[in-house]
């Protein structure tokens, strides 16, 4: 049974910063496009960042490069997403994908597994 769970999530005011985790199991990514999407109560889930594979490519959302970092240790299955400068219009519930193939991926419906979410609240 393939799981991701998302950690590190929490309240911090503007200007902050933190690092989430997503902790894959029950098969390796190594070979996969992984991404972070988030939803704000009300609105559609978003793209945030992908990273390929390797590490080698990634690919951020227009409000984000500059702010965040993606990453992943393959040798650990975790993806990681450093997040700083912190803003209120960041506020939302954060989610980790991976996708059954690589490449660049930046819709909801190019990934295949899901984790639950980590809430992230910036407060100004």
């Known amino acids: 049974q393939v799981q991701l769970v998302e950690s590190g999530g929490g309240s911090v005011q503007a200007g902050g910063s933190l690092r989430l985790s997503c902790a894959a199991s029950?098969?390796?990514?190594?070979?996969?496009?992984m991404g972070w999407f988030r939803q704000a109560p009300g609105k559609e889930r978003e793209f945030v960042a992908a990273?390929?594979?390797?590490?080698?490519?990634?690919w951020f959302a227009d409000s984000v490069p500059g702010r965040f970092t993606i990453s992943r240790d393959n040798a650990k299955n975790t993806l990681y997403l450093q997040m700083n400068s912190l803003k209120p219009e960041d506020t939302a519930v954060y989610l980790c994908?991976?996708?059954?193939?690589?490449?660049?991926?930046?819709?909801?419906?190019?990934?295949?597994?899901w984790g639950q979410g980590t809430q992230v609240t910036v407060s100004s």
């Open positions: 994908a991976a996708a059954l193939v690589g490449g660049k991926m930046t819709r909801t419906y190019e990934y295949d597994y």
């Open positions: 029950g098969r390796t990514f190594s070979r996969n496009t």
């Open positions: 990273i390929s594979w390797s590490g080698y490519s990634k």
